[in-house]
């Protein structure tokens, strides 16, 4: 039975209570009590009487008729206000119970008044649901919440009936029928606003120890059962390629040895600094699952883990992070950083503020009052470790109006210093047919022109730039001839530039007289033994091989008879001429052999030339005749030769080959010596479809070796060869019989005629394409660049032409030289980024005295540094004229990275320095602008020791092997903030740690580590 004190007068009763049913409104949350209809009106006739001994006193408060029962205390359905029950505020029932009290064992009915989308009403019926564990669904219990409580207070009582340990991390789901299960993310809003409805189903789950919750897929990588016990250094953990998620897990692994992030998560600090109506967050799902992968890797129960769902959500509010392409890991680093300030950020309500200019005032009053401001709007575990000062000042031209504003920055970008010249490896083919071509280093300017390049190069040799012509030579073709005012830039480091002397000037395209002389494009093809008849042709097919040449040639002897010996002439050094015996031979053969012959020498029969004309690209001539009519500063990217095996060039640098010498070699050691040379320039058939590409490393030696690398004419289009080959098979013709011929084998009987080691024909710009010819077959007619092709029969090929020699060259001594790798300290990178700078033109500054946009000058200055100082290294350079990865070596300390001379605000703290910073993490990029690898070095947080992060592989590293050219981000951490490691470091034991298992020689090497390595699946 309820206490009860000595009630007030009957006139006052009424009178407070009438005053305070009408002065009470509804207001979201509050609470109202429900009186039994009948007693509220009996209690009222009470008061009114005034009488203390009337017999309508009313007694103890009994709802007995509002319950279904008087066991459960279930109330009835359908209860109506204001005919079953009366409902009264909270202060008016206080009274009525301590005047009255309640009948022994009945519940208070309180009631929550809710916020309805329209209106606010008492709650009489509150949501009934049923509570259970995920670990033991059998077991459930029945509990009543108003839509007015807080998604926390159903945890609460959970955690209070279930028994679930103090300090358990848990989350809650909200099922609805047998299959559909939503997570309840928001533990702060109402019942009413998480859509939960009786009949509903609640289910907790708590964190396992490894970090993983039970409800979720496996995330983790496991070999055998033997790793599911595995125990190891907490924050010692790979995390798997998804597929080109190298970027991520680089970021990832730094962010994950960063102690003040790593701590504020593991200790679940974030759930309460959750921000679900950010607009400019996640809804606090990328937190949660950052969260998830660090209390995984940080657990110390895994190899590697799986971060699937982190790179979901990541896609999913990044539209550019989805799939699995490449990507940069400090494009990543930014959005995650930016992703988590926001969706941990403790202003919910960021209000507007106007920036002021500094006019005039103190840098340290400007300084303050922006931090203030900044913190108004963003506060958060992001802030309070990443985000600094920026002193930026702007200065105008015209009035020289000086604006100073204080910005907030996450990371530094700084420049690195880049070089103004480029290094270029060219072969140089010079006009004495007796001399190999000979390999150069060039330096150029990276913004000069194909002209800088002669100029270059006609340095070291003494011939006049005006007299070269540089090509690119891509599977024995010219894949493009550059003209004198061509930018460098369009040459990649890649390609094999041939650079050849010619015995004039070349024109800048002028019109050329009939008289004068003709450059022309030689290419070198091999018949096959067999007609080619599946092309539609009855010809023979051929194949490119070797490297082509440039001549000039006077446009009179542009004819078979004229061609043939000054192409006979500019090959002599490989080409040996028949011999007067041979000759003899060649007179002794009757018709029938010489019928044979005149099917493979050059021209084009009546019923062929029709096919010819049909190729693409040819124009005609007013007699009908197909000219070849190619863009020499434009060619298309050349098909795949699948007919030939790639030559290999061999360099002689003592030694010195004559025509003698080749003559004398045998095609036998011509065939065995081409594959056990010097130096070669070999062909490489590998390539991407739109590149030729193939590195040069040429050996030093002048021993026999066949290098991959170093190659004029290598590289090759794997998919292009695919897309082409059966463009190649209709148009690499053979050499049908000349209408000519028969009068010439009439002929022939009556005198001699010394067998041609070769036929010429005129082709297309890729060499595999045959044009006509001239009147009667004997001249060639051009009209823009000429290519002509000489045919090998492939028996006099191996008997005439010497591959070995062929493939020859000569190193320069420029070659030797080593080229030191370009180094810089951090330090002057920081200077670079402090420099003043002029605007460009499309980012002009608004003068507020001129009223217009000027290009002011620049100057950034570092005021105040965080406590973990991200350092951008811009390594990747972009500009309207070209684009370039600077892989110059960063020096950068591991410890005492001091700030005081470039930072503005200096503040002594306990006599020490305010800005010293040690390494704590560095994220490497290794490869070029279109593809690479990231990883990571990190130092753990709790035993000092530094480890290599390739992937799910897991290596311990030394201090020596972290400053490398691949660095790309480094992380610092200040250090009157760095806590030193707890643990003892495992290099300081003798014997490695049990999880830890030793690596071979070749792991080591490709992981950087120093001894051992953590295998992971």
């Known amino acids: 039975m309820s206490s009860v004190t000595e009630p007030p007068g009957l006139e006052t009763?009424?009178?407070?209570?009438?005053?305070?049913?009408?002065?009470?409104?509804?207001?979201?949350?509050?609470?109202?009590?429900?009186?039994?209809?009948?007693?509220?009106?009996?209690?009222?006739?009470?008061?009114?009487?005034?009488?203390?001994?009337?017999?309508?006193?009313?007694?103890?408060?009994?709802?007995?008729?509002?319950?279904?029962?008087?066991?459960?205390?279930?109330?009835?359905?359908?209860?109506?206000?204001?005919?079953?029950?009366?409902?009264?505020?909270?202060?008016?029932?206080?009274?009525?119970?301590?005047?009255?009290?309640?009948?022994e064992g009945q519940p208070a009915l309180e009631r929550k008044v809710v916020d309805l989308p329209s209106t606010l009403k008492v709650e009489i019926y509150p949501v009934e649901v049923y509570l259970c564990l995920h670990s033991n669904m059998d077991t459930v219990i029945t509990a009543r919440?108003?839509?007015?409580?807080?998604?926390?207070?159903?945890?609460?009582?959970?955690?209070?009936?279930?028994?679930?340990?103090?300090?358990?991390?848990?989350?809650?789901?909200?099922?609805?029928?047998?299959?559909?299960?939503?997570?309840?993310?928001?533990?702060?809003?109402?019942?009413?606003?998480?859509?939960?409805?009786?009949?509903?189903?609640?289910?907790?789950?708590?964190?396992?120890?490894?970090?993983?919750?039970?409800?979720?897929?496996?995330?983790?990588?496991?070999?055998?059962?033997?790793?599911?016990?595995?125990?190891?250094?907490?924050?010692?953990?790979?995390?798997?390629?998804?597929?080109?998620?190298?970027?991520?897990?680089?970021?990832?692994?730094?962010?994950?040895?960063?102690?003040?992030?790593?701590?504020?998560?593991?200790?679940?600090?974030?759930?309460?600094?959750?921000?679900?109506?950010?607009p400019l967050g996640m809804k606090g799902e990328i937190a949660e699952a950052f969260a998830d992968v660090i209390k995984q890797m940080w657990s110390g129960r895994h190899h590697s883990v799986v971060p699937r769902i982190f790179k979901t959500k990541v896609g999913h509010f990044a539209s550019q992070f989805l799939g699995y392409q490449q990507h940069d890991s400090q494009e990543l680093l930014s959005f995650l950083l930016d992703g988590l300030h926001e969706d941990l950020n403790r202003v919910k309500n960021k209000e507007y503020i106007e920036l002021r200019d500094a006019g005039g005032r103190p840098d340290q009053e400007v300084a303050e009052e922006a931090w203030r401001n900044h913190l108004r709007r963003n506060d958060s575990v992001i802030v309070d470790t990443f985000h600094g000062l920026f002193k930026s000042t702007l200065v105008c031209p015209e009035c020289h109006k000086v604006s100073v504003t204080f910005d907030p920055f996450c990371y530094l970008s700084v420049p690195l210093p880049v070089s103004k010249d480029r290094v270029m490896e060219v072969f140089f083919v010079s006009l004495d047919p007796k001399e190999k071509p000979f390999q150069y280093r060039l330096l150029v300017p990276k913004a000069g022109k194909v002209s800088d390049l002669c100029s270059a190069l006609a340095l070291l040799i003494n011939i006049p730039a005006k007299q070269m012509v540089v090509t690119d030579v891509f599977n024995h073709r010219f894949y493009k001839i550059y003209q004198a005012d061509e930018a460098l830039s369009c040459i990649l480091d890649r390609d094999d530039i041939f650079v050849y002397e010619l015995s004039r000037g070349v024109g800048g395209g002028e019109e050329v007289n009939q008289d004068e002389e003709v450059v022309l494009g030689l290419y070198l093809r091999e018949r096959s033994h067999y007609r080619d008849y599946g092309s539609g042709s009855s010809s023979y097919g051929t194949s490119l091989f070797g490297h082509p040449l440039l001549l000039s040639v006077p446009r009179t002897l542009c004819t078979q008879e004229g061609l043939y010996p000054l192409l006979l002439q500019r090959l002599e050094r490989y080409v040996r001429p028949p011999d007067p015996s041979e000759e003899v031979e060649e007179e002794d053969e009757e018709e029938e052999e010489e019928e044979v012959f005149k099917t493979q020498t050059n021209g084009i029969s009546d019923d062929e030339e029709g096919e010819e004309n049909g190729e693409t690209g040819p124009s005609q001539t007013g007699d009908g005749q197909a000219v070849s009519q190619p863009d020499a500063t434009a060619l298309t990217t050349p098909?795949?030769?699948?007919?030939?095996?790639?030559?290999?060039?061999?360099?002689?640098?003592?030694?010195?080959?004559?025509?003698?010498?080749?003559?004398?070699?045998?095609?036998?050691?011509?065939?065995?010596?081409?594959?056990?040379?010097?130096?070669?320039?070999?062909?490489?058939?590998?390539?991407?479809?739109?590149?030729?590409?193939?590195?040069?490393?040429?050996?030093?030696?002048?021993?026999?070796?066949?290098?991959?690398?170093?190659?004029?004419?290598?590289?090759?289009?794997?998919?292009?060869?695919?897309?082409?080959?059966?463009?190649?098979?209709?148009?690499?013709?053979?050499?049908?019989?000349p209408a000519a011929n028969e009068q010439q084998a009439r002929r022939k009987s009556c005198r001699k005629k010394r067998r041609s080691l070769f036929s010429i024909q005129a082709v297309n710009s890729n060499g595999t394409t045959e044009r006509g010819m001239g009147e009667g077959g004997l001249a060639f007619s051009f009209t823009s660049q000429p290519y002509v092709a000489i045919d090998w029969d492939p028996d006099m090929k191996k008997t005439y032409y010497n591959e070995n020699e062929a493939e020859k060259y000569t190193k320069h001594s420029s070659m030797d030289e080593s080229q030191q790798q370009m180094s810089v300290q951090l330090q002057e990178c920081i200077q670079l980024f402090t420099t003043t700078e002029t605007l460009e033109e499309d980012n002009p500054w608004y003068c507020p005295v001129c009223k217009l946009h000027q290009l002011a000058t620049k100057k950034l200055d570092l005021w105040g540094l965080p406590e973990v100082l991200i350092i951008h290294l811009k390594r990747f350079s972009y500009n309207k004229f070209s684009r370039e990865k600077l892989d110059s070596l960063v020096h950068f300390p591991l410890r005492d990275l001091d700030f005081s001379d470039c930072l503005l605000r200096k503040k002594l703290t306990n006599g020490e320095p305010p800005s010293r910073y040690d390494l704590i993490a560095v994220s490497n990029h290794y490869g070029g602008l279109r593809d690479g690898h990231y990883t990571s070095y990190s130092r753990n947080k709790d035993n000092g020791q530094w480890y290599y992060y390739d992937d799910s592989k897991v290596t311990f590293a030394t201090e020596d092997q972290i400053v490398t050219n691949a660095a790309y981000l480094l992380f610092y951490h200040r250090q009157d903030k760095i806590r030193h490691p707890a643990a003892p470091s495992p290099a300081a034991s003798h014997a490695p740690s049990p999880d830890i298992t030793s690596c071979s020689s070749q792991e080591a090497e490709q992981g950087g580590a120093a001894c051992v390595t953590m295998e992971t699946d």
């Open 639 to 737: 098909p795949s030769d699948t007919n030939n095996a790639q030559p290999s060039l061999d360099s002689s640098s003592e030694e010195t080959s004559n025509h003698s010498s080749a003559a004398s070699t045998s095609s036998a050691s011509s065939s065995a010596n081409a594959n056990a040379s010097g130096e070669t320039i070999a062909s490489s058939n590998a390539s991407a479809s739109t590149s030729h590409a193939n590195t040069s490393q040429a050996s030093t030696s002048h021993v026999s070796s066949s290098p991959a690398s170093s190659s004029p004419a290598s590289g090759g289009a794997v998919a292009a060869a695919g897309e082409t080959a059966e463009e190649d098979k209709q148009e690499e013709a053979c050499s049908p019989i």
């Open 13 to 103: 009763q009424r009178r407070e209570v009438e005053a305070l049913l009408q002065g009470s409104e509804l207001r979201a949350g509050g609470s109202w009590y429900m009186v039994e209809r009948r007693w509220y009106d009996q209690w009222k006739e009470f008061v009114e009487t005034g009488d203390q001994n009337s017999s309508s006193f009313p007694g103890q408060i009994d709802n007995s008729e509002l319950f279904e029962d008087q066991d459960s205390y279930h109330l009835k359905e359908r209860l109506v206000e204001n005919e079953d029950f009366m409902l009264v505020p909270a202060e008016a029932w206080r009274k009525l119970l301590a005047w009255y009290g309640l009948v």
């Open 145 to 278: 919440f108003s839509r007015a409580d807080r998604i926390h207070s159903l945890q609460e009582v959970m955690c209070r009936e279930f028994s679930v340990q103090q300090g358990a991390e848990c989350r809650l789901w909200m099922k609805s029928s047998d299959t559909s299960c939503e997570r309840l993310r928001n533990v702060h809003v109402s019942v009413l606003d998480a859509c939960l409805t009786s009949g509903m189903t609640v289910i907790m789950e708590m964190r396992n120890a490894d970090g993983t919750w039970p409800s979720s897929k496996p995330q983790i990588m496991r070999c055998s059962v033997e790793d599911q016990e595995y125990r190891g250094q907490p924050g010692v953990c790979g995390l798997s390629n998804l597929g080109n998620t190298c970027f991520m897990n680089s970021a990832l692994q730094c962010l994950s040895n960063t102690p003040p992030l790593t701590e504020y998560f593991l200790r679940s600090a974030y759930l309460e600094e959750l921000n679900f109506t950010n």
